[in-house]
Every structure is written in C-alpha cells, then in structure tokens.
C-alpha cells in the first residue's frame, strides 16, 4: 500500500496587473513552488497587464508538503525581475475543495517577514530540579533557510525566547544549512508562560537582520511529555497586520489535490480483468459496460476518464482494441460522415490521448521543424484584408508605403511555403509514424468510413492544436508573440482545411483563404496519398515493426546539458561547464559530444542513488543539479549537470527521478553544496563522506506524456471515478434487469449488459472494503501521518 499525492495546476490568466516598465506596461510570467521550492515557470506573456497563459501541470509530491505559492513576476531584461504578487493555496485549503480550487484570487503583496523556508532540529525537555524544573532547549541545526544575501546564502543564528529571556546562539557564516549543537536552560516556575519562542535570523553588519522563521512551544504539551525532539518547520510572522489586497491585480487557477491509497495489484485484478474481457468481446458484441461506464461519465471528466482507461489498456497491451470498440460505438449512433468524431465522445477523448502518449515523439520530428522556422522567420502575415498593417518598406531615405494588395501577396507566398513544407514533412514521415498508431488507424479504415474522418484526428485534433500552441506541446520554451501567433494561427486555419478535404463548407467559412486554395487542393491529394501508405501495413509488418521497437531500449530524454568539469589540483584548481549532448535511457545516462557522436560515458541506472539541485552559490547558478551514483567499484560519485532554465532543470530532474524510483540504494540524504577545500560549501563540514544535510525530494516529479505506464494508480484512478458514479451505476442496472425481466434483453457472446455491470459493483464493493481494511491496520506511526494530513 502506498500513499501518493498529485497537484493538476492549471495557470490561465491575469488581469489588472500594476505596470513595472517605464513603458507602462509588464512583462509578466509566473513561478510556482511547493514549500519554496521552484517548479515551474510559465512563459513570459510580453507587454501586456492582462496575460494569458493556459499552461497545464500536473505534479507529483509527497503527502506531507503544506502549500503551493503562485508568484507573478516582471521579467527585466537588464536588471534583477520584480516581483509583482502572489498568491498561496495551503494544503487545506485545497483538501476543502474536492473538485478544485478554481476562480479568481487576488494577488497580495510579498512580505519578507512571511517568505520564510526550511526547518529546525530541537531537543526539547523538561529537566526536575531540587527547587524548580527546568526547560532545557536544545538548538541542533537547521536546513533548507531562505537565502537573504547576495551570495546566495544567509549568516543564521538563533534567538530562544522564555519568560522575558533571551538566549542566542553564535553566527554561522554563509549558509542555509547551520549546524549550532547549543543548548539554553530557562526556570519553569509557576505561572510561568505557556509558550517558548525560536527564531532563527540572519545576521547583517550594517543592515537590519533578516528575519528566517519561527517556531512556538506549546510548554505545558512538553511538561506532560517530558521530551521531545525533531524537525519543526519554520512558520512566518504573522503577528503584523494583513496588507491590502485588491491594487496588485488578480490571478485565474484551477489547482486540485488528489490524494490516492494505492493497494497492492493483486486488489485491482479482478476491476482490470473485467475491464479486459469487456474489450476482448466488445467488437463482438458491443453495448455493454464501456458504453456503460461512457453514459453515466460527466461531460466535464471524461477527458481524465478516457486518459485513465487509455494508459490501463496501453498497459495490457489492448490499447487497439478499446480504441476500436469505441470507434464501433461512435460508428453505431452517428448517421453524417463529416460528423464523425468531432463530439467530445469517450472515442474522441481516448483518441487525442493516444495521439499524445504513443505520437508525441513523431509530432516534434514532422512538426518541430516547421514551427521553428516560423518562429525564426517572425514575418508579418495577413490573408483578411479587415486587419492588414500597411507598413514602410525600403532602405533609408527611400521609404514608401507597401500596399495593401502587396503585403496579401507576400503573405500568401509565405504560408504557401509553410504548408507545402508541412505537407511534404507528413507524407515522408510514414516509416517514422509508430507501429501501434498505424494499426490504429489501419483499423479505423478497415471500418469503411471516409478519409475526413481519419484527418479529423490526425489534423484537427493533433496537428493544429500543436501549431496553435507550439508551448503547450512542448514544441518552444517560450509563447510565440503577437504577430508570430497570427501566422500560426493562419496556417493552422490552412491545415483544417486540408483535413475537411477541402470541402465547400469550410471554403465558404472565409473566403479571404482562397488564395491558398490551389495549395490546399494539392495538398488534399498528398494527405490521401499519406494515408493509404498509412494504413496499408500489414498485420505482420506490425509485429515485426513492435518487436524491433521492444528490441530497442526506450529512450526517456534526451537534449544537450553542461557537465562540469574541474582542472588542476590545490590552489591552481579551476572549474568550468562543457557542453555536452546526454541521452537518458530506461537503461543508463550516457553523454557524447554531439547527439550523432558515439557515446563516451554511460551511468547505470541502477547505480543512481538520487538526482537534486545544487544551491545557487555553490556554482553562481541557480539551475544547476548532481547526480549521485556509485561506481564500479562501489564507490560513489557525483557529476554536476548545468541547465539553461528551471523548466528544463525540473523536466531532468523528473526524468531521473522517474526512472531510478525502485532502486534499492535510493539517499534520504543528500549534500545540497559541493565540497570544495576541505569542506563542504552548504553546512561547512570538513568530513567527505559526511551524511547529508537536507532531505531528497525523489517523490517530487513532473508528469509528462511519455512517463512509464503504473498500472496500479491507473486502475486506483479508474476505481475512484466508478465510485463516484456508483449510484448512476446502480440505477442503470436496475433498468436493466427490469427490462430483462420483461423480456427486453437479448444476451450476447459477453452475458447481458447487466451480468457485467453486476460484477463491476461486486467488484467496486470488494474494492471499498480493501480500502477500509487498509485503514485499520495502519501502525500506530501511520495513523499518526493520516491524523497530520487529515489536520
């Protein structure tokens, strides 16, 4: 049994964001960190005080993490960004919204004294005396503080409050990672105060001291228990009053918690089995529990429904059949061919996220290319003569302005050439496109329905989606700007017409398209041409083509990174970055010179013992990660990997994490610092091989379309949502057998629909008690983790 916990962070907009450029305008993107650490960055909308994002996320985190801030920034070019607002969702919060946190929120100022981090160890007790007992304050170390100074760092020391004394501790010098080993005694008398104070500060020469966080005793809790130590999470000052809310703008979220209790797969089998059959049958004889479970789904879930399935089926090797069981349904209740597939069905739902998990790699290599040059080009493109700019053209001094029929034509020309580049990518990628999605759509062929309807999911719902939001696919960094939308969003317009094979309707729509109709005709004839080279693989082909691939050892990540290297030896050592291409493989971490170079060092992935970030000061960059393994020989080692932005730290560090999650030699302890001299830069000691002085964060991972299949939280997943729609379940089968008993029900190869749907609600049933029994039988240790997160 496993306790996992998961954010879906959806970041849309904002509006009325207060102006930080002396333009009178922002450049605004927002950071997102859990429990103060960095995440995710959005891309930067520029000019603007009403931005639009529509970026998605999903995270996954430990139970135990207490909140999740949003902070609105204006990038700057030549100075430090400023920091606009924010915006801070606690745990409970979340937990009180079962289906989300969604809406407006306003954005509230940053607070120094409120930006607190990190945690403190205590040994606290309650030592007998002969006249009176004393309270015995132990201040070991801290870890994780939020860094005050320039360098990257703070100068902690600590202040203990107690019955109007104050005690400190000494000052250690540039670091977030303190250790003290001091301890203080104060009398406990009667009527003494209920509460001891510790501070933690950092210390400035001729500035004021900064404050870090604090935590409250509860004294007479610790007379009762007599001893307690651990870790205590550093609260802010919250004695101040609020400040305003409501002139710094507001920001647009949806976030949700999910917090599963994974059981063990053997609980699961029988819902997964189940399942299984109804697919293996369900071309035989449909009409029973998937279009069922599709009737009684919510408009508003069966994105994330058809998402869970999917990945089940992916998993069971069936993912063909339920997608062709599904296409049959659709098939069976939609008379109009050009209809088809163009609902939000469960067929259509599953069919985009087939497109994504088993395609995503074909789209960056058919489209990424296109995109760039578009990107690169950043050409002024305009078809409808309503919003043509008629500009200045020509070298100095001989200016004249362009007509309005010139700047239609070069605008023609330039996405002629766009698309027929496109058109030409497509149909040389039939070799390129995966085995699994050919068979497919081989399958959606073989059920005699017109080419529109294999376009509508290739283009319509894959292709131009990803043309209109390069970002949201992963295709760029960065949103395109406002003219380099305008060109996507024209030739996009140009792909739909393609796939609506060029149909008088969609001529009819916007006539100012004609000039690329001769393009587009053309290209209607190289889609077919694609299609039936598509779909004309064989069964055997097939087979050959997946065994191939299971040959192959599945390539996880990959991308050019900064690896670094140290040169020379005492105090002529110098240290620098060497650009390098690494490929992460379910196998190793191998790097070469170049992503065509044979691979000159290689890391077993079973030798990973954890994968984290480097505090900023360590190299003057805050993007820099180590991963630590063992050699050979049994010896660790740790290599430095520098990367070009926080998206791309947080993607790796993902991927290593994901990957390396079941090794058995996993740390729970890491060095965020490097030993450089004779000790280590982040808590100062001189011992190498020195335990580790902050946690890992193994559990804090990035979902991505290409993640390894978990069969257990995607049948968890699946459990949970059949829960929530038992009642309509339950209602359905007592249609059912009415209309059985009325002789209204015909039995097929599978048993009558509710022969089925009875054992799926025998199953949940089982399912529910699992649950429970697994509540009881948690340890003490558990129960106490429940009561926290239930707190």
């Given at each position: 049994m496993a306790k996992r916990s998961s954010l879906s962070i959806r970041i849309i907009e904002g509006k009325n964001l207060p102006a930080k450029d002396i333009t009178g305008s922002s450049d605004p993107y927002c950071i997102v960190k859990?429990?103060?650490?960095?995440?995710?960055?959005?891309?930067?909308?520029?000019?603007?005080l009403c931005p639009f994002w529509g970026e998605e996320y999903q995270v996954h985190l430990p139970p135990t993490f207490h909140a999740v801030s949003f902070y609105v920034m204006d990038e700057d070019a030549l100075s430090r960004d400023d920091v606009i607002g924010k915006v801070c969702l606690t745990r409970d919060t979340l937990a009180s919204h079962p289906k989300g946190f969604s809406g407006w929120t306003h954005l509230t100022e940053v607070d120094p004294d409120e930006e607190v981090q990190g945690e403190i160890h205590l040994r606290l007790e309650v030592v007998p005396g002969i006249r009176a007992s004393r309270l015995r304050c132990s201040v070991l170390q801290a870890r994780d503080l939020a860094s005050k100074d320039r360098n990257g760092a703070s100068d902690p020391f600590v202040r203990v409050h107690y019955n109007g004394r104050t005690q400190e501790t000494s000052v250690v010098k540039k670091s977030c990672y303190p250790r003290w080993n001091e301890t203080f005694e104060f009398e406990l008398e009667e009527g003494s105060p209920k509460a001891l104070f510790v501070e933690a500060w950092d210390w400035d020469l001729v500035s004021k001291n900064d404050f870090l966080g604090k935590v409250v005793v509860n004294v007479q809790r610790l007379r009762a228990a007599q001893q307690e130590e651990g870790w205590f999470r550093l609260q802010p000052d919250q004695s101040k009053s609020r400040r305003g809310e409501g002139n710094l703008g507001s920001l647009q979220l949806e976030v949700r918690l999910r917090d599963e209790t994974v059981l063990p797969s053997s609980c699961y089998q029988p819902l997964v089995q189940l399942l299984c059959r109804e697919v293996k049958l369900g071309t035989q004889d449909p009409g029973q529990l998937i279009p069922i479970?599709?009737?009684?789904?919510?408009?508003?879930?069966?994105?994330?429904?058809?998402?869970?399935?999917?990945?089940?089926?992916?998993?069971?090797?069936?993912?063909?059949?339920?997608?062709?069981?599904?296409?049959?349904?659709?098939?069976?209740?939609?008379?109009?061919?050009?209809?088809?597939?163009?609902?939000?069905?469960?067929?259509?739902?599953?069919?985009?996220?087939?497109?994504?998990?088993?395609?995503?790699?074909?789209?960056?290599?058919?489209?990424?290319?296109?995109?760039d040059r578009v990107f690169e080009e950043k050409k002024y493109v305009e078809l409808d003569p309503s919003k043509v700019e008629v500009k200045d053209v020509g070298c100095s001094g001989l200016?004249?302005?362009?007509?309005?029929?010139?700047?239609?034509?070069?605008?023609?020309?330039?996405?002629?050439?766009?698309?027929?580049?496109?058109?030409?990518?497509?149909?040389?990628?039939?070799?390129?496109?995966?085995?699994?999605?050919?068979?497919?759509?081989?399958?959606?062929?073989?059920?005699?329905?017109?080419?529109?309807?294999?376009?509508?999911?290739?283009?319509?719902?894959?292709?131009?989606?990803?043309?209109?939001?390069?970002?949201?696919?992963?295709?760029?960094?960065?949103?395109?700007?406002?003219?380099?939308?305008?060109?996507?969003?024209?030739?996009?317009?140009?792909?739909?017409?393609?796939?609506?094979?060029?149909?008088?309707?969609?001529?009819?729509?916007?006539?100012?398209?004609?000039?690329?109709?001769?393009?587009?005709?053309?290209?209607?004839?190289?889609?077919?041409?694609?299609?039936?080279?598509?779909?004309?693989?064989?069964?055997?082909?097939?087979?050959?083509?997946?065994?191939?691939?299971?040959?192959?050892?599945?390539?996880?990540?990959?991308?050019?990174?900064?690896?670094?290297?140290?040169?020379?030896?005492g105090p002529l050592t110098s240290s620098s970055f060497k650009k390098l291409h690494f490929s992460l493989t379910t196998e190793a971490l191998s790097f070469a010179k170049t992503s065509s170079s044979k691979k000159s060092a290689f890391i077993k992935l079973t030798s990973i013992q954890a994968a984290e970030k480097v505090e900023e000061k360590s190299f003057g960059s805050s993007h820099v990660m180590q991963v630590i393994y063992t050699d050979d020989v049994g010896q660790?080692?740790?290599?430095?990997?520098?990367?070009?932005?926080?998206?791309?730290?947080?993607?790796?560090?993902?991927?290593?994490?994901?990957?390396?999650?079941?090794?058995?030699?996993?740390?729970?302890?890491?060095?965020?610092?490097?030993?450089?001299?004779?000790?280590?830069?982040?808590?100062?000691?001189?011992?190498?091989?020195?335990?580790?002085?902050?946690?890992?964060?193994?559990?804090?991972?990035?979902?991505?379309?290409?993640?390894?299949?978990d069969h257990d939280l995607e049948a968890q997943l699946i459990y949970r949502h059949l829960l929530g729609v038992e009642a309509a379940l339950r209602e359905k089968f007592r249609l059912l057998s009415g209309d059985t008993e009325a002789g209204t029900s015909t039995t097929g190869p599978g048993g009558a629909p509710e022969d089925s749907l009875a054992q799926l609600l025998h199953v949940l049933q089982d399912l529910q008690e699992a649950h429970n029994s697994s509540l009881v039988n948690l340890t003490p240790t558990e129960r106490h983790h429940l009561l926290e997160l239930q707190t």
């Open positions: 859990v429990d103060n650490e960095s995440i995710i960055r959005t891309a930067t909308v520029w000019k603007t479970i599709e009737e009684t789904t919510s408009a508003e879930c069966r994105q994330e429904v058809a998402t869970n399935l999917l990945k089940l089926f992916l998993g069971q090797g069936l993912a063909k059949d339920f997608l062709d069981l599904l296409f049959q349904l659709e098939l069976g209740r939609t008379s109009e061919a050009n209809t088809l597939f163009r609902s939000n069905s469960l067929a259509s739902k599953s069919m985009e996220s087939f497109l994504k998990v088993a395609g995503m790699q074909y789209l960056h290599g058919v489209l990424g290319p296109i995109i200016h004249r302005s362009q007509t309005e029929s010139e700047v239609l034509e070069q605008s023609a020309q330039t996405l002629r050439a766009h698309l027929r580049a496109l058109l030409n990518a497509i149909c040389r990628s039939v070799r390129a496109c995966p085995a699994v999605v050919r068979a497919t759509f081989r399958q959606l062929f073989r059920r005699n329905v017109p080419f529109i309807a294999v376009t509508s999911f290739l283009c319509l719902r894959f292709i131009s989606p990803a043309i209109m939001s390069p970002r949201l696919f992963h295709l760029r960094e960065r949103h395109a700007d406002a003219r380099t939308s305008r060109t996507l969003l024209l030739l996009a317009k140009a792909v739909q017409n393609v796939a609506n094979m060029d149909t008088p309707v969609s001529r009819a729509k916007e006539a100012w398209m004609e000039p690329l109709q001769p393009t587009v005709r053309q290209g209607v004839t190289q889609l077919k041409d694609f299609i039936m080279k598509l779909v004309g693989i064989e069964e055997k082909e097939e087979l050959d083509l997946q065994q191939t691939l299971n040959l192959q050892v599945p390539l996880v990540k990959e991308g050019p990174l900064f690896i670094h290297r140290t040169k020379g030896k660790p080692q740790t290599i430095y990997l520098q990367c070009k932005c926080v998206n791309e730290l947080n993607q790796w560090l993902s991927a290593l994490r994901k990957v390396s999650i079941n090794n058995p030699g996993l740390l729970g302890s890491y060095h965020p610092g490097i030993f450089r001299g004779d000790k280590w830069s982040c808590c100062h000691q001189k011992d190498k091989t020195d335990r580790g002085c902050d946690k890992t964060r193994s559990r804090v991972t990035l979902q991505e379309w290409n993640d390894p299949l």
